[in-house]
């Protein structure tokens, strides 16, 4: 099985350590990982700002480095996202298409395509609660969705759950967005504040020690809103705990 792994931007400028977990992860299971040096992004940030015609080249790198992989793994919900529903701004070509078709985040990957069944090797004694990326959660379904009242499930928590020690704690609104949004954060900052610090103060009530999510965009603007309401929080992407990295 030969991946292709994508390191999002933002991560590979402030948070490399998750890029590398990532890595290393992978590589503890039967399958050949490669990084392709030449990417860059994947074109979210001007596709949500409606700029669809400058996010072409950027769409077009994209699947010249990724397309002759079985599968593209990026451990980002909402990069996931844009590559596999809104890849929109190039001719969609049987290339392109393939590139949309086999891209899956990290918890996809694990959960549904290699079926992991423990990680031995992890241990982590805290009470985590797990933060769901709006996209990844309603665009990839990564767990129920309140709005749907649908049954329960929780491929992250799934997962987490095979690592020992981990204590799980709920929050009183779980799916409810932080207040991120990408340029939203900019644009709206206030509002986007605000629902970082509603966010951050749900954490805190449920007790919990680490907040985990598969994004870590989410996890550095919620960071960034504890450290400035002076609320004693860490926040970890799961990649760093499913590989031990933590503990």
């Known amino acids: 099985m030969e991946v292709g792994l994508f390191i999002p931007c933002y991560m590979d400028a402030l948070e ?12 503890r299971f039967d399958v050949n990982v490669t990084y392709p040096f030449d990417q860059t992004c994947c074109g979210q940030p001007m596709t949500n700002t409606g700029c669809h015609k400058e996010a072409e080249e950027t769409e077009k790198l994209f699947v010249k480095n990724f397309s002759s992989f079985d599968y593209i793994v990026m451990p980002s919900g909402s990069c996931t996202n844009q590559v596999r529903h809104h890849f929109d701004a190039i001719q969609q070509t049987d290339e392109v298409l ?14 549904d395509i290699l079926k992991v069944a423990s990680f031995p090797w992890a241990n982590f004694s805290h009470k985590v609660a797990i933060h769901y990326n709006c996209n990844a959660l309603r665009g ?3 767990a129920s969705m309140s709005e749907r009242r649908e049954p329960f499930f929780s491929k992250p928590k799934d997962l987490l759950s095979k690592v020992k020690g981990i204590e799980f704690v709920e929050l009183e609104r779980p799916d409810e967005c932080c207040g991120f949004g990408g340029t939203f954060s900019i644009f709206e900052e206030g509002v ?6 509603d966010k951050v103060m749900d954490q805190h009530r449920s007790g919990a020690e680490y907040v985990v999510s598969a994004d870590s965009s989410c996890l550095m603007h919620q960071k960034g809103c504890a450290m400035r309401m002076g609320v004693d929080l860490k926040y970890a992407h799961i990649a760093q ?3 031990g990295d933590l503990s």
């Open 16 to 27: 490399p350590e998750v890029g590398i977990s990532t890595l290393k992860l992978l590589e």
């Open 98 to 111: 393939h590139v949309r078709k086999n891209t899956y985040d990290l918890v996809e990957f694990l959960h």
């Open 140 to 142: 990839l379904r990564h």
């Open 192 to 197: 986007s504040a605000k629902m970082g610090q």
């Open 241 to 243: 705990i499913l590989n």
